[in-house]
């Protein structure tokens, strides 16, 4: 089959090679045989390549991705899936398992999947994986949002598309940081209340005077340090990402693991004590996200097929084209998402 192999860390054109003859997976019990038609690119996965996580945690070479859209090819006896069918999902192949969905064959575990809703198309499904369920799940301790404030830093990004459509569709107040050039994008597509130019505020973290404060605070960047002002007394910071975090730490492997770690625990901790900054006796969430179809997959699939979330691709690559797409997403300012596609639909 053929596959894009990650074969070491480092450059994203040194280390992902594209093969024609890769060998097929075989499907084990439990586990449903895909011919994957589309996935797409999330920053975990260039992480891994950087060789930010530990490297004696992930198998080399392997085959990157976890989303996943296509059809059925084989299942269990009994499964509720059969061939034919198509499904899209998160298949929980992650830094052991060698083989992803960057390839023409995936098998993965039946209960990841989930029916693609009528109307959506593949590369719209294979976007929904781990950003919308992301998006969900830093959603959902704050779900009903109706009448709720929701910042969301970083909005235009893959899982900040999905957070800002999600709020609104709940009937949430949602302001949202961006740079100028996606103002329009956040505003006037995503359907954002308030767009912040993180890169002309001097403090874009602060309430200006007669703010009311905000329920929620999705950090997205890493900036969640600067942010506490931002919350109602109760309000709760759910922190999706430690890129600030990440960055600014030299080493590599287990040092930045363990910041990331130690930082969870700290702020945790401070959270059940009521000694967090800002208001006071706010809520820390650091969101762990479960690939279970039903903490957001299947939802948001039914928002995508109603038009009340829109999937926003901004590139569609060929399976030979990742290389250049996980070169394009390192920068850091990629709008929606890019899209990987496998196979013609």
């Known amino acids: 089959m053929k596959a894009v ?158 957070t800002v459509q999600i709020a609104k569709a709940q009937g949430a107040c949602v302001a949202t940081t961006c740079s100028a050039r996606n103002a329009d994008f956040v505003t006037q597509d995503l359907g954002a209340d308030l767009a912040v130019d993180y890169t002309l505020v001097k403090d874009a973290f602060t309430l200006a005077p007669g703010e009311q404060p905000y329920d929620v605070v999705v950090d997205l960047v890493g900036a969640e340090p600067r942010s506490w002002g931002l919350l109602r007394r109760g309000g709760r910071m759910a922190a999706v990402s430690f890129d600030a975090l990440m960055e600014s730490r030299k080493a590599q492997g287990n040092s930045v693991l363990t910041a990331i770690v130690w930082r969870i625990l700290k702020l945790s901790a401070a959270s059940a004590l009521g000694l967090l900054p800002g208001p006071g006796r706010a809520v820390y969430d650091a969101v762990q996200q479960s690939h279970e179809p039903d903490k957001g997959l299947v939802q948001l699939g039914d928002l995508v097929a109603a038009g009340k979330v829109k999937v926003h691709i901004t590139q569609v690559v060929p399976l030979e084209g990742i290389a250049d797409a996980h070169a394009e997403c390192e920068k850091g300012h990629t709008r929606g998402k890019v899209a990987i596609r496998v196979r013609p639909e």
């Not at 960057?102 to 994986?129: H, N, T």
């Open 5 to 162: 192999v990650m074969t070491g860390f480092g450059p994203a054109h040194e280390t992902l090679k594209f093969d024609e003859q890769h060998p097929a997976p075989v499907r084990k019990k439990g586990e449903v045989l895909v011919q994957v038609h589309a996935s797409s690119v999330n920053p975990a996965e260039f992480r891994i390549r950087q060789g930010l996580m530990p490297k004696w945690m992930i198998r080399v070479p392997q085959i990157l991705g976890v989303d996943i859209a296509g059809v059925v090819l084989e299942a269990d006896e009994g499964s509720k899936f059969k061939p034919g069918d198509r499904v899209f999902g998160c298949t929980d192949q992650f830094m052991k398992d060698p083989w992803g969905t960057y390839a023409e064959l995936c098998s993965a575990r039946e209960r990841l999947l989930a029916p693609i809703p009528p109307g959506v198309g593949f590369e719209e499904a294979a976007c929904l994986g781990i950003a919308g369920m992301t998006a969900w799940q830093a959603l959902a301790p704050s779900m009903p949002l109706e009448g709720k404030r929701v910042f969301v830093q970083g909005g235009a990004g893959g899982i900040g598309h999905f």
